[in-house]
């Protein structure tokens, strides 16, 4: 029988790869900036930002596209972003009628055009229905993003551009993820809130 664990230890080992996790993402700058110019130059020319998950990376899905639309720390207008996650009448319908593989990408197909960004969101890179939702999204014209873990999986040879969080851990990607999403939100609402004061 396995001793019990210590659930100060618990919290201290969670903290402390918490941290070791968001201190390694100063690294990422230049792709987030590269992200995040993306997703200013889609809503600024009247496009959107679609994103996609499963399980908690769904709700980061909805957490991130509310942020655009209603707003994250400034008044300005609404911008167009929305969660793919959301409709369970077309989630399960597809789901039925195609497989769950393309719950997603049937989405793209009807509400994606060339010039918007898709963001697919995915810790351990290898979910099929965003893989699909990523490649259909290329082919209509998208620009496209993955969120993933260290290994990157296989979103990475998918997206035009690749947020790998650096650990296998699925609770600290996700914490990671969310970070990251909040600066792409901070960052796209200055520049809008900046070229509407202009």
Not at 129 to 151: P, Q
Request: a negative charge.
């Amino acid at each position: 029988m396995s001793s019990p664990v210590n659930p100060s230890l618990v919290i201290q080992q969670a903290i402390a790869d918490h941290v070791a996790v968001i201190q390694a993402l100063p690294a990422q700058q230049p792709l987030l900036e590269k992200i995040a110019a993306e997703m200013t130059r889609a809503v600024v020319a009247g496009n959107k930002v679609l994103w996609c998950g499963n399980g908690g990376s769904a709700a980061d899905s909805q957490h991130l596209a509310a942020e655009l639309v209603g707003r994250f720390r400034r008044e300005r207008r609404s911008l167009p972003s929305i969660a793919l996650t959301t409709d369970t009448s077309l989630l399960t319908a597809v789901a039925n009628d195609y497989g769950y593989e393309s719950v997603f990408s049937r989405q793209v197909e009807a509400l994606c055009r060339a010039g918007d960004v898709v963001v697919g969101i995915s810790t351990s890179g290898n979910s099929r229905n965003i893989c699909a939702a990523l490649e259909t999204a290329r082919s209509m014209g998208a620009f496209t993003v993955a969120f993933t873990g260290a290994s990157g999986g296989l979103i990475a040879a998918i997206a035009d551009a690749v947020l790998y969080i650096p650990s296998k851990d699925t609770a600290r990607i996700q914490e990671a993820h969310i970070l990251c999403g909040h600066i792409l939100c901070d960052w796209i609402e200055l520049s809008i809130c900046r070229q509407e004061k202009a």
